[in-house]
Structure formats: structure tokens, C-alpha cells
């Protein structure tokens, strides 16, 4: 997943009810990221199919696949997208189930407090810039070993350093 050509991210917010989904738009709306709506699963999906998403929030209860069968299906089928589990439901057992199959970054109760829904937002967008950073730099090492390794197949002994006992650099073995 990348960002946004811009450079922006892009949330998706899936929930059944329309109030839920004019709030979280309203408090975004300021925010340095894309919000995409989806009024259910089969919309979410349909979307994910299409964007690249980089944080999903999603309610538990909805008509259709529910929440926790939607992140699941989101942590199979792709896998770098953050997700995000929000429910008003109260049954520590079942949030638990669900939060560990979809593998939800963090679980917010409904009603949430904007602030702290703005942080934990931060936070996970914050998350997918540390992963994609961290891939970048594993690439870029992987390429400079390659570099190396093919210089040493073409100069045997160009990469080896002769260094003395008391870490002086020796330019060429006696």
C-alpha cells in the first residue's frame, strides 16, 4: 500500500448508520488524510477492492457481514491496512474474539471521546509511515548488499578490510 499521490493516507469508515458516519467525516475533516464511507461489508469491501486503504475503522454491529467478519476477511485479503474495531456492544468475550481474529490495531467504544479517536488515529496512520519507512530502508540495504557482493565477485578482496591489533587500517597485507 502507498500514500495517496499527494501524500496524504486514505481512512475508510464502515458503519450501518448514517449519524455515526456524518460524525466521524466532521471530525476528520480537518485532519491531513482522505475519508471514504461505506455503509456496510459488502460496501467496504467493494471500495478496498478499488483504493488503497490505509486504516480501516469499522463498527462491530452491522446488518450483513458484521464487523469482526469484515476485518477478518480485511486482514486476509490485505493485510497492511491498520484496522480499527468500534462498537457500542459490551460483551468483553466477543469483542476480544473479535478484535484478535480481525487483528484490530485498537478497539474504541461508542461514544467515543473525539480526542482521544483523533489520537489513536494519529497514531495508527503513524504506524503505517514507520512500516512503509522500515520496508524502504530494508530494500535500500538489501540493494547495497547486492552492490557490494557483486563487487566482490568481480574484485575478490575489495570489501575485506585489513585492520592491526590496534584498529589501524592496514592498504595492503604484509
Known amino acids: 500500500m502507498k500514500t495517496n499521490n499527494d501524500g496524504t493516507h486514505t481512512v475508510l469508515l464502515i458503519d450501518d448508520d448514517q449519524n455515526i458516519l456524518s460524525s466521524l467525516k466532521r471530525l476528520f475533516h480537518r485532519e491531513p488524510f482522505t475519508v471514504l464511507v461505506a455503509n456496510g461489508g459488502v460496501e467496504a469491501l467493494e471500495i478496498l477492492e478499488s483504493c488503497e486503504i490505509d486504516l480501516v475503522i469499522c463498527d462491530y454491529t452491522m446488518p450483513g457481514p458484521s464487523g469482526s467478519e469484515v476485518l477478518k476477511l480485511i486482514k486476509e485479503r490485505w493485510p497492511e491496512a491498520v484496522r480499527i474495531l468500534m462498537t457500542g456492544h459490551y460483551d468483553t468475550d466477543i469483542l476480544v474474539k473479535a478484535i484478535n481474529d480481525g487483528e484490530a490495531y485498537r478497539f474504541i467504544q461508542k461514544p467515543w471521546n473525539d480526542e482521544e479517536l483523533l489520537l489513536t488515529v494519529r497514531q495508527a496512520l503513524e504506524k ?5 519507512e522500515n520496508e524502504r530502508l530494508l530494500a535500500e540495504m538489501k540493494r547495497y548488499q547486492d552492490a557490494l557482493s557483486s563487487l566482490e565477485n568481480r574484485f575478490p578482496g575489495i570489501t575485506s578490510k585489513n ?3 590496534e584498529g589501524y587500517y592496514i592498504a595492503s597485507p604484509k
Open 163 to 165: 585492520i592491526d591489533a
Open 128 to 132: 503505517v509511515d514507520l512500516k512503509r
